[in-house]
């Protein structure tokens, strides 16, 4: 067991405060041959860990699970959740929480250990994780961090040194995820199917002192706690959508109470714009396609709602009008952000009455020409054509927003310095993630993964080594498929 004052923890356990039902204790499953093969210095500096400390095999026991910090009381969560519309009990099936951490500044985070090993939620499966999934979580994650938009993050991950069949044998893997909190939707689904009210107001007590501890004095601290959810999560969407961002697999199970993008399975990031696009191998419906994501995010919201119905008044028919009256005000407040979104990216500061046709207007000539999302908002930004730019209807687009823009009192140079500041230069492309994971699980190569991170670590600089990444992959017969690996 390793003692906190020479690594930095500063350890907590006040999940474990909650009723039994919410968890199991257990201890990750050992693994015979640890490799540290990612720490990531910045998280670990953040959370007040000594970077030097966890390198080596002190940082390989600890982040394998071979070793626990002393104090640690690892457990697994339990939860259900709508996958794909319908029902489940659910629960960390290979994850372990291993404890919180409090950092110098006094902000609370989960350290939990991703491909852990069996746990009582495991539901037959073997509690592990593959390298190459565990990869592009660190990526994906890291990717989302840079582009301003709130993650979960990963602190490391290391080989077990044994292998795990899934389609094919593939390394073993353990990922350290770092969040806020591992809350979910289905957190309190699962409290309010399962558990007594007693045990839905204990978890919904929690989730306030811990996310939104201002509303500890609200007339009602369970409407509050809703109202708070909403708007979070009302600007999360907003974000993924401004950057092409599709989750993937937008289970309820995969929403977070604190706001957070958890859960890096099968998403990826769009290239032509078309709001249809999936990736995801076992979305053959469409479901979770870019397009759908702030419906699913309303639906999901609903789903929370009515899971807290039996605390937010004593009288079931005001529970429930309050309850919709919350969830109401999701669509007009996505909206808001959205358009808020796309006037930065268009590099207008003040509001008119045209500007949403004006966006999609624009979004509608990128589907029509199967221009690309991200490097259309680029070459407008820096003035680079591109094919769509020579096309008639988009030169008369480009005259609308031009008068547009000179109807502010703001000038061409602080509109540009605002699109700057809102379209990325780069994204974590598919094929660049690809050929990185190829390199690192194929080949032991981990300097593509390194450059590759590298350059998205501030994806707003516009700098010269950027414009290599932000050219499109070659043309391809097949559509580019993801799989929930992780």
């Not at 080949?443 to 516009?462: A, F, I, W």
Request: hydrophobic residues 35%.
């Amino acid at each position: 067991m390793t003692k906190g004052n020479e690594t930095g923890w500063n350890i907590e356990n006040s999940y474990a405060n909650l009723p039994e039902s919410f968890f199991t204790k257990q201890e990750p499953t050992p693994v015979s041959d640890p490799t540290l093969l990612v720490l990531n210095d910045s998280v670990a500096t953040a959370l007040g860990l000594n970077v030097k400390e966890l390198q080596g095999e002190k940082g390989e026991a600890l982040f394998s699970g071979n070793d626990i910090p002393e104090g640690a009381e690892p457990i697994a969560q339990a939860y259900a959740g709508h996958q794909f519309g319908y029902f489940n009990m659910l629960g960390d099936g290979r994850a372990v929480l291993i404890c919180e951490q409090i950092t110098p500044s006094g902000e609370r985070f989960d350290i939990q250990l991703k491909g852990g090993g069996r746990t009582p939620y495991s539901r037959g499966g073997d509690g592990r994780a593959g390298l190459g999934p565990m990869l592009r979580e660190h990526i994906i994650s890291e990717a989302m961090h840079g582009l301003r938009i709130p993650t979960t993050r990963s602190l490391a991950v290391v080989t077990t040194g044994e292998p795990i069949y899934r389609e094919t044998e593939q390394q073993g893997a353990i990922l350290t995820r770092v969040a806020a909190s591992h809350l979910r939707v289905g957190t309190f689904q699962f409290a309010s199917k399962f558990g007594t009210v007693e045990d839905l107001r204990a978890l919904a007590d929690y989730a306030v002192e811990r996310h939104y501890p201002e509303g500890l004095n609200a007339p009602n601290r369970y409407l509050y706690l809703l109202q708070e959810v909403i708007k979070r999560q009302a600007a999360l969407i907003a974000k993924w959508q401004m950057v092409g961002f599709i989750h993937g697999v937008m289970n309820t199970d995969n929403m977070t109470i604190s706001g957070e993008t958890i859960d890096y399975g099968p998403c990826a990031f769009m290239d032509a714009y078309d709001p249809a696009t999936v990736f995801s191998s076992i979305d053959t419906g469409g479901r979770y396609a870019y397009g759908n994501q702030p419906q699913i995010a309303g639906w999901n919201l609903a789903r929370f709602a009515e899971s807290l119905l039996p605390i937010l008044h004593d009288e079931q028919e005001e529970s429930l009008k309050l309850a919709q009256a919350a969830v109401m005000e999701f669509p007009k407040l996505y909206e808001a952000h959205w358009l808020d979104g796309m006037r930065g990216k268009l590099g207008i500061f003040n509001e008119e009455e045209g500007d949403e046709s004006l966006a999609k207007d624009l979004l509608g000539l990128m589907k029509e020409n199967r221009a690309d999302y991200t490097n259309t908002f680029r070459s407008l930004t820096i003035q680079e054509e591109i094919d769509l730019f020579e096309k008639p209807e988009f030169v008369q687009w480009k005259e609308r927003w031009e008068e547009r823009l000179n109807r502010q009192e703001e000038s061409k140079d602080a509109s540009h310095k605002l699109m700057r500041k809102s379209n990325p230069s780069v994204i974590p492309r598919n094929h660049r993630v690809e050929e990185a994971l190829e390199a690192a699980v194929e080949s032991n190569d981990y300097s593509v993964m390194e450059r590759l991170l590298e350059v998205l670590k501030n994806p707003y600089q516009y700098t010269p080594e950027q414009c290599e990444y932000a050219k499109l992959p070659e043309p391809s017969a097949r559509p580019y498929r993801t799989y929930c690996g992780t």
